[in-house]
């Protein structure tokens, strides 16, 4: 089946500093979506993403769209404790989302 | 107060029983879906619904059943059947199926086999 390839796995950062992962596919997705999951809670939705190319931004947080429509990219600037928990990225497949393996995120104070 | 609710948060159930997972919603939303989560994975589409009467399989919907007789209520029913249960289960909603970005994740119920 399509799959999404997330890293990195895990980080741990000390707090203030700045963030990034990424997601790519083999395959082209017009929608690309990333959400954060605290522990135990549902995912979060932080940023969609609707066109190749398109950076969006939600506070702290940026995306983007990959131009060839394969990959996208979160950041996260000068990170703080609250920022801690899992972070997915997804893509619109036929009415239903394909969720990347997520890459967890830890902050030291 | 809307919004998505699951229950129970825990359960607990021996081997080669079925069990049912609640989820309601008073968002007024017309799809629903059912996701599994396992530690350091994604999550994964079991069983979804777009329509009151109506549901379609996800990718991993062996050892599942759903109904959806209300608008606002998604059963989930965890058979005998499935070889490996122990997991977190989410629920979410959208107000139309197209609209994926806009799903709202309920709680979630962790189910443990013994």
């Known amino acids: 089946g399509q799959q999404l390839n997330q890293s990195p796995q895990s980080m741990f950062i000390q707090e203030g500093e700045d963030v990034s992962m990424n997601c790519t596919s083999s395959?082209?997705?017009?929608?690309w979506l990333w959400y954060k999951q605290d522990p135990g809670e549902g995912p979060v939705l932080l940023i969609a993403?609707?066109?190749?190319?398109e950076l969006t931004s939600n506070g702290r947080l940026t995306a983007q769209f990959g131009i060839t429509r394969k990959d996208s990219f979160l950041n996260i600037s000068a990170s703080i404790p609250s920022d801690v928990g899992i972070y997915f990225c997804?893509?619109?497949?036929?009415?239903?989302?394909?969720f990347g393996s997520g890459t967890r995120l830890l902050v030291r104070p | 107060d809307g919004g998505i609710t699951q229950s129970p948060k825990y359960l607990f159930r021996k081997e080669g029983q079925n069990v049912t997972l609640s989820c309601e919603q008073n968002?007024?939303?017309?799809?629903m879906y059912w996701y599994r989560q396992d530690p350091g994975q994604g999550l994964r589409l079991i069983y979804y619904?777009?329509?009151?009467?109506?549901?379609q399989k996800g990718d991993i919907a062996e050892g599942y059943s759903v109904s959806r007789e209300k608008k606002e209520s998604f059963p989930l029913t965890v058979t005998s059947a499935q070889k490996n249960p122990t997991a977190f289960y989410l629920c979410?909603?959208?107000?139309?199926?197209?609209?994926?970005?806009?799903?709202?994740f309920g709680p979630g119920t962790r189910l443990t086999v013994l």
């Open positions: 979410a909603s959208s107000p139309l199926a197209a609209s994926t970005d806009t799903q709202y």
């Open positions: 395959s082209i997705f017009n929608t």
């Open positions: 993403l609707y066109k190749a190319g």
């Open positions: 997804g893509v619109d497949s036929s009415y239903k989302l394909i």
């Open positions: 968002l007024n939303h017309d799809a």
């Open positions: 619904s777009q329509i009151v009467n109506d549901f």
